[in-house]
């Protein structure tokens, strides 16, 4: 089972920045998506970034030109830096990755990380 340890939420005020990090370990063999999500309270989960194995990003409209989500494959970690945020930022984020354990492809979710975005 592969899992994924998060960091980097905190309290911030509006305008202000913060990096959130996710770091895999277990057993993989290859990781192909990486991603970050977000729930705010009351609200369903929706996809905030991701990046594939060959660089290519996706983000949502929301979060475009302020948010930038990385990936360091030796480290197995993804990370994703919010610049200029706003208090519809808040929520809880969540790193998902895709992986191939050497058997079969899986997934998991890291445990979420709370962001908070005063006004």
């Known amino acids: 089972q592969v899992q994924l340890v998060e960091s980097g939420g905190g309290l911030v005020q509006a305008g202000g920045s913060l990096r959130?990090?996710?770091a895999a370990s277990g057993i993989?063999?290859?990781?192909?998506?990486?991603?970050?999500?977000r729930?705010?309270?009351?609200?369903?989960?929706?996809?905030?970034a991701t990046i594939t194995s060959a660089g290519?990003?996706?983000?949502?409209?929301?979060?475009?030109g302020r948010f930038?989500?990385?990936r360091d494959n030796a480290k197995k970690t993804v990370y994703l830096q919010m610049n200029s945020l706003k208090p519809e930022d808040t929520a809880v984020y969540s790193c998902h990755v895709i992986?191939?354990?050497?058997?079969?492809?899986?997934?998991?979710?890291?445990?979420g990380t709370q962001v908070t975005v005063s006004s």
């Open 68 to 70: 930038t989500i990385s």
């Open 56 to 64: 290519d990003r996706n983000y949502a409209e929301s979060v475009k």
């Open 20 to 22: 959130l990090s996710c």
């Open 99 to 111: 992986y191939y354990n050497g058997i079969t492809w899986s997934d998991s979710w890291g445990q």
């Open 28 to 37: 993989i063999f290859s990781i192909n998506l990486m991603g970050w999500y």
């Open 39 to 48: 729930q705010a309270p009351g609200k369903q989960r929706e996809l905030v």
